[in-house]
């Protein structure tokens, strides 16, 4: 029988895979990062910038007053009942937004203020009471 050196047949059965591992792992690196941006079919609605408005107009502050004697102020000119409710109705068909700041003064008799708001109330406009004292 003849002798086989083992070292000969030993290298070919273990066969050194370590660079082709480094292949595959290097290609699977590859894969990964490209992937992702190959996919990239996301839709996605971005907001859009609203067009500049005009500057609004400040709203015109009409003042109602009541002073200590009964009399009504109305814009700083004096109105009997009837006539400022004539007047608001006037103003309220022009502008469907017209408000009043009511005001009656420290010593006023406020069935007169009550008399005012009853007007407001049947013309519909917006009321804001003023409460400050006056300087």
């Known amino acids: 029988m003849k002798k086989v050196s083992k070292g000969h047949h030993s ?4 066969l050194n895979i370590t660079p082709l591992l480094d292949l595959a792992f290097v290609l699977l690196v590859i894969f990964i990062i490209t992937t ?3 996919s990239n079919d996301l839709e ?5 910038a609203k067009p500049k408005e005009p500057p609004r107009t400040p709203p ?7 002073d200590a004697t009964g009399r009504v102020i109305f814009n700083e000119q004096v109105y009997e009942l009837a006539s400022l409710k004539q007047t608001l109705q006037t103003l309220r068909v022009a502008d469907t937004n017209t408000s009043v700041v009511l005001r009656g ?3 006023v008799d406020y069935e007169n203020v ?3 708001l009853d007007i407001l109330q049947q ?3 917006k009321v804001v009471m003023d409460t400050e004292t006056a300087p």
């Open 114 to 116: 009550v008399k005012v």
């Open 105 to 107: 003064s420290a010593n």
């Open 36 to 38: 992702p941006q190959l």
């Open 60 to 66: 015109k502050i009409n003042k109602v007053l009541v």
């Open 123 to 125: 013309t519909q406009v």
């Open 11 to 14: 290298s070919l059965n273990e």
């Open 44 to 48: 996605m609605n971005l907001p859009q």
